[in-house]
Each structure stands twice: as C-alpha cells, then as structure tokens.
C-alpha cells in the first residue's frame, strides 16, 4: 500500500505564497541593476548548463542552500552575510518559492521570491549568459 502524504506539494506551496514576498520577472529585471540586489539561481548546475543563466546571477544549488546562508555552517558563503536584498529563482518559482520560504525562516531578510523563474526571465527579455565552456584535461 503507498504510503500517505500528510501535507502535499500544493498545501506546502499555498503556504509558503502566504509567507513570503513574491515578485514578478519584470521587477526583479528593474532590480537587478542594483548594487544592494543578488539574484540567487538554485537551479541544478545540469540546468545552467543546458539554459544559461541570468547574466550576473550567483549559482546556489537548492542541496547546498541552507549551508551557504547559515554562518554557522562550514559551507558559508559570504555573499549571504552581505546587506543585501536576495532574489530567489529556480526554472518555473516552485522550488524557489519554498527555498525563500526556509531562507526567510533562518532569518534571511530581505527575500525574495521570483515568480515563474528562468522562464518569466526569459519571457520579460532579461539578459541570459552561458557557463563557461569547460576545459578538457
């Protein structure tokens, strides 16, 4: 017999839209020009790979997250202890949603969630760059 999910993906999302700051592609577009914004893309590096990335965004894969942001943690990066505002994207909003959702729980403010992802991104004409190509050993 499958077992029982007691709070599904959708409850988790409805919760998580009540909690945080959502904002759309084109005003995280606006923001972006900003010295006091980071737009954090927690896309699998397999993804970036394959779609490029905002141009200038800082790759934070979703595993990794909460080790990068909590000083405490070996794995600190120290871009998340800078006074900045920190816009969160995975490909369509729904990872990055409950990822703001957590970062805001740990205490990172201010978050943001950009809602649709790389694809609104894409679709408002934001700047997209590719990953370096890599070099053969």
């Known amino acids: 017999m499958p077992q029982k999910i007691i709070h599904g993906y959708k409850e988790l999302m409805a919760k998580a839209e009540a909690e945080v700051e959502s904002i759309a592609a084109a005003d995280a577009l606006a923001l972006q020009k900003r010295d006091d914004v980071v737009i954090v893309d927690i896309r699998d590096i397999r993804e ?3 779609e490029g990335r905002i141009a200038g965004s800082f790759h934070a894969p979703r595993g990794m997250l ?7 943690s070996p794995y600190h990066k120290p871009i998340f202890a800078e006074d900045k505002t920190f816009i969160i994207h995975c490909a369509s909003g729904w990872r990055s949603l409950l990822a703001t959702q957590v970062l805001q729980k740990m205490g990172l403010k201010p978050v943001k969630n950009m809602r649709g992802g790389f ?3 894409k679709e408002a004409g934001g700047a997209i760059e590719n990953l370096p190509e890599k070099k053969s050993k």
């Open 48 to 50: 970036l790979e394959r």
């Open 119 to 121: 694809t609104a991104w």
């Open 66 to 72: 909460e080790f990068w942001v909590d000083p405490e």
